[in-house]
């Protein structure tokens, strides 16, 4: 199969408005990766699962992921050819923003695969695909409001201390539990005030 | 339109043709349910005991899976990946293991490879039997079968447990190779288990397979055709019945698969049925394997020397690795930034995503075949909602 | 109910009711023999959340074998059902429908929080949709650790609780739940909030345990 810099430059050659770069992966698994614009990517994908030299009828792997350094959320697409059977090659989506432009084109029309997948980034990240045939949320119920895979996620603070804290539980307790009262200082009073506790 | 096999109109409600109907039911199975195999639930329209629209939904066993292991280290999301798919554990650990050597470009030991093979293909021979019994279980088949299953399964938990300590949660493999060795004894029994399977599955057979209750519940009924199984993703033994060859262990030929002789049973009519034989021919053929894997197994460490448990943090970077699960292609996206903690986990369900098709399926059979069609697709919920 | 039922009558030993036992004559008190009935028929819900369900199926099938404890009778309908094993992570998005169908099962009824997951969330503790112990919306009578626990825990998890049914009084201020008219057999439903579970525990049945941060040099 073709190197990823040798798909793009055969993409740009048949999508010569489209903007496409090659994200490079610099670790030992070396799979390259194409970051497409999100408007031409629908008919980009119906080209990579029809072109007779790929044939990447097979999208395997939907994964949304949150970038607050880059200040966008993203989503990987892992496609393979089971006709042919090669892969993968990974496309990369990005939204404009992480709050309100948060819009992207839903793959599900190409690979219903995504169907699922989709609603879940949908679900725990807050991308809204367009043209999804069924977007709702997934996992969490529908009354929910956050996104609890977004890197800036605060749950709900309802668990108690831990005698043997590590890292995060021991900041969390921290916020929850008052300190032990130092002799001679008056007792600060149950730990009932936390959230969680209350009726 | 550009979908294959997607219809974008939403709803898949069939057109009533008759003149003599009532109005359509809703029927809510689950999230307590006996033959849904856990917490997942189906909302199915019903127009007489026909189904009309099947709606399922997920998220009742949804532990937080992808979030716990941002938060953990890249060994410490081991023993979760265990709680995946809680039946195969050994091949949960493997893919993960897979991903996370591909990731820091970790090579492992042939003995620890062999011994990856044998671990999983014992492993499918568990999966399936299991399938085998709750199949026939859902079919109204109560108890024998499944007797007959759990009995085997014992004997393979056993294996498990004298080598890694537990019956189901093993948490063995470790990046760079496995944690334990196997013991000549272990190995005698192992083999010992594997030269009886064969006797186990002509018995089964004998019992099930020719049932004629059997093939008049699962015939023709929740037929898959292969155009759209692949555009739906779907894998595993439910791909290889509709008579798609796309096996894992041929096509990335990870592990020392190469090396070994096997066929890929592949189905016709890709309906309950050939769902039901493809899983017993596959133990038939992962036999051969195990028995091949005794003979060749190599001496020498289990561990590459250089592998690091302690501190591991792979360079920048991201990978995708999968293997053939009993379930279908099981797979885990890691990308790393250098710190101890993978920045996004990922795990790649087969299960959630062979039941993108089961509504597809299920279209216009009774409620009572729903139940095994969802039998034959082979769900387990910790992996659905992770 | 008089003293009569639910005690024995005065003076007659331990050695006497074995020698009684062997002449053919068997003296029990109504109490006893009910206790006795029940305990030795307890129907558990066929109910399987996670992992631990397969080790719940795994106690029923032909090696274990949790029909020598007169439990083998898994019953789909929680009407029929005495005993509620939790088996599992209970979600929150799980949780009401657990607590739904322990309100629609019969007293007297008991419940098994089965696996680290059911007792405190155990290793899925953290995560944001893991409801941390099921005893914070229903009260729990045994509490098998384990994650999952083998099925020989879950066999002793249920001689436990036989023996604490073989204990309990009819009478008087230690009688269960359903024989006193003062305690509601009725537990609310958590509703779905916009962040959390609406209210996040029964504050009629569980507490959050008072504890004391200990700063690090702290004595």
């Not at chain 2, 692949?230 to 060859?245: F, H």
């Not at chain 2, 501190?311 to 990978?319: L, S, V």
């Not at chain 3, 819900?45 to 099938?61: D, H, Y």
Request: negative net charge; charged residues 25%; hydrophobic residues 40%.
């Amino acid at each position: 199969m073709e190197t990823t810099d040798q798909l793009r430059d055969r993409l740009l050659a048949r999508f010569p408005g489209a903007e496409i770069s090659v994200v490079t992966n610099p670790g030992p698994a070396a799979q390259h990766s194409l970051l497409l614009s999100p408007s031409p990517a629908r008919d980009i994908a119906v080209f990579l699962r029809d072109d007779p030299a790929l044939r990447l009828d097979y999208c395997s792997n939907v994964t949304g992921i949150d970038w607050p350094t880059l200040g966008c959320l993203e989503v990987v697409y892992h496609l393979y050819s089971m006709a042919l059977k090669h892969g993968p090659v990974i496309l990369r989506l990005r939204t404009t923003n992480r709050t309100d432009a948060v819009t992207l084109p839903s793959l599900t029309p190409v690979w219903r695969a995504c169907e699922f997948q989709e609603r879940e980034v949908f679900d725990l990240y807050g991308i809204v695909f367009t043209e999804h045939p069924d977007l709702r949320r997934i996992l969490m119920w529908d009354e929910f409001k956050d996104h609890p895979m977004r890197k800036d996620y605060v749950e709900p603070d309802d668990y108690e201390w831990e005698p043997t804290p590590h890292g995060g539980v021991l900041e969390k307790a921290k916020r929850h539990y008052p300190a032990a009262p130092v002799a001679g200082v008056a007792d600060p009073g149950p730990a009932s005030a936390s959230p969680a506790t209350k009726p | 339109m550009i979908a294959s096999g997607l219809q974008t109109t939403g709803a898949h409600v069939r057109e009533v043709h008759d003149d003599f109907h009532g109005d359509l039911l809703e029927v809510s199975m689950g999230p307590h349910h006996p033959s849904t195999h856990g917490v997942f639930r189906m909302q199915v329209t019903l127009d007489g005991e026909t189904i009309v629209k099947l709606k399922p939904v997920f998220g009742y066993l949804h532990r937080n899976h992808e979030k716990l292991g941002e938060n953990t280290s890249y060994l410490g999301s081991m023993p979760y990946t265990d709680r995946l798919d809680y039946l195969n554990s050994m091949t949960n650990n493997w893919a993960y293991a897979l991903a996370v050597e591909k990731l820091a470009g970790q090579p492992v030991p042939e003995r620890a490879e062999y011994l990856r093979i044998i671990l999983a293909e014992l492993t499918r021979l568990l999966n399936h039997t299991c399938l085998a019994g709750f199949l026939l279980q859902d079919s109204g088949a109560s108890g024998t079968p499944l007797m007959y299953a759990f009995r085997e399964r014992e004997k393979i938990l056993d294996l498990f447990e004298s080598l890694s300590g537990s019956r189901m949660m093993c948490n063995f493999q470790r990046f760079g190779g496995c944690r334990t060795d196997a013991s000549p004894e272990w190995l005698a029994a192992a083999k010992k288990l594997t030269d009886g399977y064969g006797a186990f599955l002509d018995e089964y057979e004998r019992l099930i397979t020719g049932n004629e209750i059997l093939m008049a519940r699962t015939q023709g009924v929740g037929v898959l055709k292969p155009d759209l199984a692949i555009s739906a993703g779907i894998t595993g033994p439910m791909l290889r019945a509709t008579g798609v060859d796309y096996d894992l262990r041929k096509v990335d030929a990870y592990g020392f698969y190469s090396r070994f002789a096997f066929r890929v049973p592949l189905g016709d009519h890709g309906d309950t049925y050939d769902r039901y034989m493809i899983r017993v021919l596959e133990m038939r053929e992962s036999i051969e394997i195990l028995q091949q894997a005794f003979r060749d197994l190599p001496a020498g460490p289990i561990m590459d020397p250089k592998a690091k448990l302690r501190g591991f943090r792979p360079k920048t970077g991201e990978a995708y690795g999968r293997i053939e699960g009993p379930k279908g292609e099981i797979g885990f996206y890691l990308i790393s930034d250098g710190t101890p903690n993978p920045y996004r986990y990922r795990v790649r369900p087969p299960s959630l995503i062979n039941l993108t098709v089961l509504e597809d399926l299920c279209l216009g059979h009774t409620v009572a075949d729903a139940v095994i069609i969802l039998g034959s697709i082979d769900i387990v919920l910790g992996e659905v909602d992770r | 109910m008089s003293d009569f039922a639910t005690t024995l009558p005065t003076g007659i030993t331990e050695p006497d009711r074995d020698e009684l036992r062997r002449q053919g004559i068997l003296l029990t008190s109504l109490e006893e023999f009910y206790n006795w009935g029940r305990s030795n028929s307890v129907w558990p819900l066929q109910f399987g959340l996670a992992c631990c369900a397969i080790e719940m199926i795994a106690a029923s099938m032909a090696r274990f074998d949790i029909a020598r404890f007169g439990s083998e009778v898994f019953r789909p309908s929680p009407r029929q059902a005495d005993l509620l094993i939790v088996s599992g992570t209970v979600t929150k998005k799980m949780a009401p429908q657990v607590v739904r169908l322990w309100n629609q099962m019969p007293e007297p009824k008991y419940c098994i929080a089965m696996g680290a997951c059911a007792i405190s969330g155990g290793p899925f503790k953290q995560g944001y949709n893991v409801l941390k112990g099921i005893d914070r919306f229903i009260p729990v009578d045994i509490y098998i650790p384990g994650c999952p626990p083998r099925p020989e825990a879950l066999l002793h998890g249920l001689m436990t609780l036989q023996e604490k049914i073989r204990g309990q009084k009819l009478t008087g201020p230690d009688a269960p739940r359903h024989l006193r008219a003062d305690t509601t057999c009725d537990y609310p439903v958590p509703e779905f909030g916009e962040h959390d579970l609406e209210p996040p525990a029964n504050s009629a049945v569980w507490q959050a345990p008072t504890m004391m941060r200990k700063e690090k040099g702290q004595a």
